[in-house]
């Protein structure tokens, strides 16, 4: 070999850093290979990811999904990317605790709060595949566990369409799992959702913030199918957003396409993404504020309730807590701890925190009409 003057070109160096507002990502999906099975790498970039062999050959799911979140995000942001052996999607998101969703969980050490989850092995003769349902049903037993240790995650899960011939029966809406959004609609005919593009979104804007706000402007999605079905050629696409889908939409006067409804699998509180992430904020938040107190003392007074004072104080420390990181994300909030409560022989201090969000301006009623006369 000649003497020689190496210099290597590197790229990606233009890419703005997006700032994580309140978004902690992750991807979580069947693995290709011994690049991500079973290990927990961290990305900042899509070139980044296949640097560590997360290459379009190797790990072809894992690949579209990462470079489907660094397309929406049109920047650099860290990105958490584990490969599990476990497929298909439910088996995934089940409470197996050495691989899996859990095992993410578990490596990131409760960090992560949104994660975009798939499989690649489907089965079923129906509208979607039958591991879809499953996954909804699997993955909220570990959502709560990890909520309960005060880590909460949301999940975008895979709305892989087996048929699109097939008129759906499926009602995401009637799972009872606040945690998980079933997505719909895909960047190419395989029937597998745009999961990616929904994390990138969520990814950059903070908890408070719909996915489909139109302030924030069109997806970066090109074409969007169902199964192998254009999504314009189908005249369903309102039923299945209404059966509770977290799918897209053609918006009038606006080129591109944008996210509807950020709907969830359930109708309680916790039926749209942004509520959810407004109090898993909170909850962290909460959480934080509190712990320096944890087997710390509190005065009584004679009768043996609480110190009034003692209890003003630890109101004061939430409220400002939850104010400082989250006062234009919530339209107001109120911390009351009850100084009847017995602490003495419970050790256990109740504190009632309640948070007013914010309204959103889903469906907006213009009536216009003529008239000979303005008043």
């Given amino acids: 070999m000649y003497p020689k003057v190496t210099v290597n070109v590197t790229n990606g160096n233009l890419q703005r850093s997006i700032a994580v507002e309140d978004a902690v990502c992750g991807i979580c999906a069947t693995a290709g290979s011994s690049a991500t099975n079973g290990k927990l790498l961290e990305v900042y970039s899509l070139a980044d990811a296949e640097s560590k062999g997360v290459t379009a050959e190797a790990e072809p799911?894992?690949?579209?999904?990462?470079?489907?979140?660094?397309?929406?995000?049109?920047?650099?942001?860290?990105?958490?990317?584990?490969?599990?052996?476990?497929?298909?999607?439910?088996?995934?998101?089940?409470?197996?605790?050495?691989?899996?969703?859990?095992?993410?969980?578990?490596?990131?050490?409760?960090?992560?709060?949104?994660?975009?989850?798939?499989?690649?092995?489907?089965?079923?003769?129906?509208?979607?595949?039958?591991?879809?349902?499953?996954?909804?049903?699997?993955?909220?037993?570990v959502c709560q566990a990890w909520q309960n240790r005060n880590y909460p995650v949301r999940l975008f899960l895979n709305g892989h369409v087996m048929d699109e011939s097939v008129a759906n029966t499926y009602q995401p809406k009637e799972g009872t799992n606040g945690y998980a959004a079933v997505v719909l609609g895909g960047e190419d005919t395989t029937g597998d959702a745009a999961v990616g593009i929904a994390l990138g979104r969520a990814s950059k804007y903070g908890a408070e913030v719909k996915l489909g706000n139109g302030q924030n402007g069109a997806l970066s999605l090109t074409q969007v199918y169902i199964g192998s079905q254009k999504m314009e050629e189908r005249e369903d696409m309102e039923t299945l957003h209404d059966a509770g889908f977290l799918t897209f939409q053609v918006r009038p006067g606006s080129a591109g396409y944008y996210f509807g409804v950020d709907n969830m699998c359930s109708v309680d509180d916790f039926r749209i993404l942004a509520h959810g992430r407004v109090i898993d904020k909170a909850q962290r938040i909460a959480a934080q504020a509190y712990q320096p107190f944890v087997e710390d003392s509190l005065r009584v007074e004679r009768d043996g309730t609480i110190n009034q004072s003692d209890a003003s104080y630890m109101e004061l420390v939430l409220d400002s807590a939850i104010r400082s990181a989250m006062s234009e994300q919530i339209s107001d909030l109120k911390v009351v701890i009850d100084t009847a409560q017995d602490i003495v022989n419970t050790s256990t201090l109740e504190v009632g925190c309640s948070i007013l969000p914010l309204g959103y301006m889903t469906w907006i009623n213009v009536t216009i009409g003529l008239t000979n006369k303005l008043e």
Wanted: glycine fraction near 12%; proline fraction near 1%; charged fraction near 20%.
């Fill in 61 to 141: 799911l894992i690949h579209k999904l990462v470079r489907q979140f660094y397309q929406e995000l049109g920047g650099k942001q860290l990105l958490y990317i584990y490969g599990s052996d476990d497929s298909p999607m439910d088996v995934i998101v089940g409470a197996n605790t050495s691989t899996g969703l859990n095992k993410m969980l578990t490596l990131a050490g409760g960090k992560l709060n949104l994660v975009a989850v798939s499989g690649d092995d489907w089965n079923g003769d129906g509208f979607l595949a039958d591991e879809v349902a499953d996954a909804v049903i699997a993955s909220k037993a």
